[in-house]
């Protein structure tokens, strides 16, 4: 076991190298001179030699890109082109905290609902309530994170009045004085994985209700809600884990959408925001950290889901 | 095709959906003959009008244009970048994936780590940083973007669709044969992996039209005057409480035209994979 995490941990370690040169090649091959475009047009030419000197942009690229990375790892994200004389650092984590915040959020929200939907959708299969989930899944599912939040939105704040339409945090104030602005960015993105998850929950548990094991259970005459909770989920629960680990990545990227509709203050609307003002330091930011938090959740939902799968943990990590 | 026939009565929602997705191609192809409005004109007379007021089936926006006319152009676009990306994806998807996956080894090895690591990077997250980089949307350049990004996702289908069959009799017959590699994956494994991809095909289809959507609505897809449903929401978003209509018809247009699509792709799923 301990081989195969030290395995897995190295794996990730390379994949996190590898995305970072992708990364930088990526935004070195975006067009244009990123001296110029912080001057203006209106630059002399002295000028912006001066500043490619200082910015260091003469250097060949191996040994920008080693600068950029060992910034990185000593937390230095660099200055941000578009913003003068602002660390990125200074503001690139508060915005990471907001959005992991927002993510929290729905997560509490569509974990249990779509586990509790999906279940009630895998043992009921073929059913009136199993066809009526299953469509509320494929169709939430297949909206865009702005139309559900859009819907929302007419619903919640236009119609009821009950929530407000911007998540924007007023001045002077706290994420945790105005925790109403997380509930419809939080519901949009419960739209979208409730459809995932829940379809997911619903397979592996009509395949788990199939297996000989649970048919020996209900064969032995123990009640049905028995073999349910304390037979059958346990092992349906797996599939979803995997899926929800493996979608943690995806959720971050999801916010870019969700971010910019309610206008919340988090780490999608600053990519987007960065993105165009095409400042390169703060777009590599926000992408790395958008992918890093792809290959640790993936590699974590792989770990965790030896630990939780017996076969795998006693057999010494020979699985694939 | 009678086995999907037989499918497809038994499954009402996908024929809902098949009968959707051909209203939205009927209305791309007819529907801008038939409008009273174009797409682009600004009625100054008439902003923000409700729907049905003077003339405006589905009402105005905030500088006076047809809705309707704006949802029924934005569906061409939406419906070619779609289908196009979901073509090129899948095309250079199984020309990867099953080059990978037939040759396997080493060559194989590399890939998958490589399918990897592009994959770490959320489509939508790539084709926003490369087109906004560009400072170019066009429909070319939206299709080319979207599809190499959706490409590490089609090319992981197909190379598991061609591993599925590729040890069977019939291409160690072709092999003895001595046909061309080319000649046995494309001629001789593709038609049996076909199931598959077609699947991934209409499910890209819908993904793509989010994409789209997606990217539109952040500004960075389809720019003006091409109307773009995406597009159409933002622009609207500041009115939402005086003119809800403009927000929710755009919005309304996208989730029908992804919910149909998507019924479709379970249900080819269902038929073509799961069956067999």
Redesign the interface.
């Known amino acids: 076991m301990a081989s195969l995490v030290l395995k897995k941990l190295g794996g990730m370690a390379l994949?996190l190298v590898?995305?970072s040169l992708?990364?930088f090649m990526?935004?070195e091959?975006?067009?244009g001179d990123a001296a110029q475009r912080i001057l203006g047009q209106s630059a002399t030419p002295e000028a912006v030699a001066s500043l490619r000197e200082a910015m260091g942009l003469d250097d060949p690229a191996l040994a920008r890109y080693a600068r950029w990375a060992g910034g990185v790892l000593r937390g230095d994200l660099g200055e941000s082109a578009y913003m003068r004389g602002v660390r990125i650092a200074d503001i690139f984590w508060r915005r990471v905290g907001a959005s992991i915040t927002l993510a929290a959020a729905s997560f509490l929200i569509f974990v249990p609902l779509s586990i509790v939907f999906g279940v009630l959708a895998g043992i009921r299969a073929g059913k009136l309530s199993d066809s009526i989930i299953s469509?509320f899944g494929?169709?939430t599912?297949?909206?865009?994170?702005?139309?559900s939040g859009?819907?929302l939105?007419?619903l919640f704040?236009?119609r009821l009045k009950l929530l407000p339409?911007a998540s924007m945090i007023p001045m002077g104030e706290s994420l945790w004085q105005n925790l109403e602005i997380l509930v419809l960015p939080a519901l949009s993105v419960t739209f979208v994985m409730f459809g995932y998850v829940s379809r997911m929950q619903r397979s592996a548990m009509i395949g788990v209700m199939k297996s000989d094991y649970v048919r020996a259970a209900v064969l032995k005459g123990l009640p049905r809600r028995r073999v349910i909770f304390r037979h059958a989920l346990k092992n349906a629960l797996l599939p979803t884990v995997t899926v929800i680990g493996m979608n943690m990545?995806?959720l971050?990227?999801?916010l870019?959408?969700v971010e910019?509709?309610f206008g919340y203050p988090g780490l999608g609307s600053l990519?987007?925001s960065a993105?165009?003002t095409?400042d390169l330091p703060l777009?590599e930011a926000c992408?790395l950290f958008?992918?890093a938090v792809?290959?640790i959740s993936?590699t974590a939902t792989d770990l965790l889901y030896g630990f939780l799968n017996p076969r795998i943990r006693f057999s010494g990590g020979a699985y694939e | 095709m009678n086995k999907l026939g037989y499918a497809l009565r038994r499954n009402p929602a996908a024929a809902v959906g098949l009968v959707a997705l051909a209203a939205w191609v009927v209305l791309a192809l007819v529907g801008p003959s038939v409008l009273r409005f174009s797409h682009t004109a600004m009625d100054m007379e008439s902003q923000l009008s409700a729907p049905g007021l003077n003339g405006h089936a589905l009402g105005t926006d905030a500088l006076g244009r047809d809705i309707l006319s704006r949802i029924v152009y934005g569906s061409r676009s939406i419906l070619s970048v779609a289908l196009l990306t979901s073509l090129f994806s899948s095309v250079a998807g199984v020309a990867l994936g099953f080059s990978a996956g037939y040759f396997g080894g080493k060559i194989d090895a590399a890939f998958m780590r490589f399918l990897d690591i592009l994959m770490a990077i959320p489509p939508l997250v790539l084709s926003m940083v490369v087109l906004g980089a560009l400072g170019d949307s066009s429909v070319g350049a939206l299709t080319l973007i979207v599809s190499i990004a959706y490409t590490p996702a089609t090319a992981r289908v197909a190379r598991s669709a061609l591993l599925s069959c590729k040890s069977l009799e019939y291409v160690d017959a072709a092999r003895l044969r001595g046909e061309s590699h080319a000649y046995i994956m494309f001629v001789e494994i593709l038609p049996n992996a076909i199931g598959p991809i077609l699947v991934e095909v209409t499910a890209r289809f819908a993904y793509s039209i989010m994409m789209i959507a997606s990217l539109g609505f952040l500004g960075v897809g389809l720019q003006p005057p091409t109307p773009d449903w995406g597009m159409m929401v933002i622009e609207n978003k500041t009115v939402i409480r005086e003119a809800p209509w403009a927000v929710l018809y755009p919005s309304l247009a996208i989730a029908s035209l992804v919910i149909a699509v998507s019924l479709i792709s379970d249900f080819l799923a269902k038929a073509l994979i799961h069956d067999e």
């Open positions: 994949t590898a995305m992708v990364i990526l935004v091959l975006i067009p469509f494929l169709a599912m297949a909206l865009p994170e702005f139309v859009i819907l939105m007419a704040s236009v339409i990545g995806w971050f990227g999801g870019i959408v910019t509709l990519t987007l993105v165009k095409l777009i992408v958008i992918t792809y290959v993936t």
